[in-house]
């Protein structure tokens, strides 16, 4: 099965890398129920697309932001560690071998962020420094209501990374409709989204870059 990664890259004036990632595929098994994805991961594609049309034709004064959108995050037929995460596992690797992981920051994760019912867990899988700023940052813009009231422990597109020594945060609200009834079925459809939810996390994105480059 071919798959692709595309990267997009915002020189900065400071030496080193933020990268800003998300998944664009949706759920291979489910594909012929005509399964959307609208918020796994829609949302998270979508928003980031928005950040590069905000950063397009600015000078960064800080880091180099990347924008990563990962093919094959979720399982060909069922989740394991050797039947998901392909596109993060491959540039990982890529990136170990050519000196690129060295230059980078942190690496900020979004994943399933548009829920009307926005409350984004704490991942326990994530680094703890880089997740403090992700928090003093969602409280400066006055959401810290929608982060981080719920511990978890989440294997998604950042494990790669931290297994490699990378910074990472993953920004993911993984209960998705009444009991989590949503995720991976056809209920994943656009009038579950909200833009104030989308607003939410890149406003944080946005400032937590913005910290990053005071740290």
Known sequence: MEMH???VRFAGKKDGVIVLATHYETNY?????NFVG????????GLLIELASHLRGRTLDG????????????AVQEWSHSDSLYGSRHLAAKWQNDG????IKAFLLADMIG???LD??????????????VRKAATSLGYQSYFFAHNDQVEDDHLPFMQRGVACADIIDLDYGPQNSYHHTVQDTMDKLSAKSLTIVGNVLLETI???NQH
């Open 38 to 45: 609208a918020n796994d991961g829609g949302s998270s594609t």
């Open 5 to 7: 990664n595309f990267i």
């Open 100 to 103: 690129t992981l060295k230059r």
């Open 63 to 74: 880091y180099s932001v990347w924008l990563v959108f990962f093919d094959g995050e979720e």
């Open 210 to 212: 913005r910290l990053l």
């Open 115 to 117: 829920d009307k019912n």
């Open 29 to 33: 098994p489910l594909r012929n129920i």
């Open 120 to 133: 984004i867990d704490r991942d326990l899988n994530s680094t703890p420094w880089l997740l403090d700023i």
